[in-house]
């Protein structure tokens, strides 16, 4: 069993923070409307599928509209699989400076970090840190944590700033408490932070080349970037990137933008892989970044690994209640047995075949999807086009989001070789990876997968 780090996190904070400003201060992220909290509850419960349990930087935690919304008690019952070990621990693992949370957060709040995620404007985020920073004194911090304990300490230095309103700031404090508290008591396991491994990274995948940039501007930062100018330690800072970043994202110009998104994306990806290498996790590749997860499939080969999932399967997870839920991973315990422990394809594919006959196909506003359900074959057509024929209510024909290409090692380098699979959710009538737009991950695996198209 190997925890998953997501990629997805990032966008689903974004848009839970942004669901919450819409509101005002009024509008407390743990006031989720329903469906806001199957989604996220959805997405981490797909995570928990793709590798067994969830791993966790500390600010995706500590820093996380998502976890400031979800209480860890909660979770146990709607999260924990008790077919598999019991459920008697939440299948999370974050990491922590001498795996210590309640020390890591004091670090944050004694240095100036930068929290972005509290339901505020940027702006306040950014006042924020630097009232942070301002009153900075980690000896006092490490002396005042013994005497005041963490959650005090938290409300006494968020209260001086006088940044945040006393309702956010009391639940942001609250919340808190409530992750330490079952650190504590061993509700999840908290493991000691490690440097990144951006040299395994950087060879799995450069970073863009000059010509990939649209402007000046963007030229600039990435080399500043591949040149140093923004390590820290001797590790790249996101922080710093992020920083020299926002001008071009305010700036206007619609080609310094798209510059500055992409490099934020191609750095968050570098950024999450260095991790993932050094914690030993599998690296989850998610939606909504669709165009560059085409590109990315588009040049794997048609043999890398393609398992078909029902449309709108992160949803369809988030609306299980927790009996419903337990149920359903007990029945799909040995599948997911399978996949952990021997990476078993057609175990994984098991486990989507499962939750399509378990679920309804939710509301959709795109009324051209089509549940899939089952990758039954692969077959060559006459223009030399792998095809997949597929069931869902019915058989569908759906061209393969791969096509021909080389075989389907996603890089080699210093970390050695990855494969991807891809989990698709794919719409009836696509007739090329271009024109896909369903939701799908890609996951990495370590080494390359036996087998080719017809091992499924």
Request: hydrophobic fraction near 45%.
């Amino acid at each position: 069993m190997t925890a998953v780090l997501s990629t997805g996190w990032d966008s689903v904070r974004q848009r839970a923070r942004l669901t919450a400003q819409v509101g005002g201060a009024a509008a407390p992220m743990e006031r989720l409307t329903e469906l806001g909290r199957a989604e996220l509850l959805g997405r981490l419960r797909w995570e928990v599928l793709q590798g067994g349990s969830l791993f966790l930087t500390y600010p995706q935690l500590l820093d996380g509209a998502v976890f400031a919304a979800l209480r860890p008690a909660a979770l146990l019952d709607e999260l924990a699989i008790r077919g598999i070990g019991g459920g008697a621990v939440l299948p999370i693992r974050v990491n922590s400076r001498n795996a210590d949370l309640a020390g890591q957060l004091m670090a944050m709040l004694s240095t100036g970090f930068r929290f972005s995620s509290l339901p505020i404007p940027d702006d306040q985020c950014l006042r924020l840190q630097r009232e942070l920073a301002a009153r900075a004194d980690v000896e006092s911090a490490v002396a005042a944590l013994a005497t005041e304990g963490p959650v005090a300490m938290a409300d006494r230095l968020l209260a001086a700033t006088g940044v945040l309103e006393d309702p956010l700031r009391r639940r942001t404090v609250a919340r808190w408490g409530d992750w330490l508290r079952a650190a504590e008591r061993g509700l999840l396991d908290v493991s000691p932070l490690v440097p990144a491994d951006y040299a395994t990274a950087y060879a799995l995948r450069p970073p863009p080349r000059p010509e990939e940039t649209a402007g000046d501007e963007g030229r600039a930062v990435l080399a500043a970037w591949t040149g140093g100018e923004f390590d820290v330690n001797g590790l790249p800072s996101r922080s710093r990137l992020y920083e020299s970043l926002d001008p071009l994202l305010r700036s206007g110009d619609s080609a310094a933008q798209a510059d500055a998104r992409m490099l934020r994306e191609s750095f968050d990806e570098t950024y999450y892989r260095a991790i993932a290498a050094s914690e030993g996790c599998l690296l989850g590749l998610a939606s909504p970044r669709r165009g560059i997860r085409r590109r990315e499939a588009a040049a794997l080969g048609e043999r890398t690994p393609v398992v078909i999932y029902p449309t709108r399967f992160e949803l369809r997870l988030g609306l299980m209640s927790g009996a419903q839920w337990q149920r359903y991973t007990d029945d799909a315990a040995d599948a997911l047995t399978g996949w952990w422990h021997r990476r078993d394809l057609a175990a994984l594919q098991e486990v989507g075949d499962l939750l399509a006959e378990r679920t309804k196909e939710p509301a959709a506003a795109d009324a051209g999807e089509v549940s899939v359900t089952r990758l039954q074959r692969f077959a060559r057509s006459a223009r030399g086009v792998t095809a997949q024929t597929v069931t869902g209510g019915g058989l569908s024909l759906a061209t393969s989001l791969l096509g021909e290409g080389t075989p389907g090692v996603f890089a080699a380098g210093a970390g050695g070789a990855l494969a991807p699979v891809v989990v698709a959710a794919v719409a009836a009538g696509v007739t090329r990876l271009n024109d896909f737009r369903g939701r799908y991950d890609v996951i990495e695996l370590p080494g390359v997968l036996p087998g080719g198209p017809d091992g499924h």
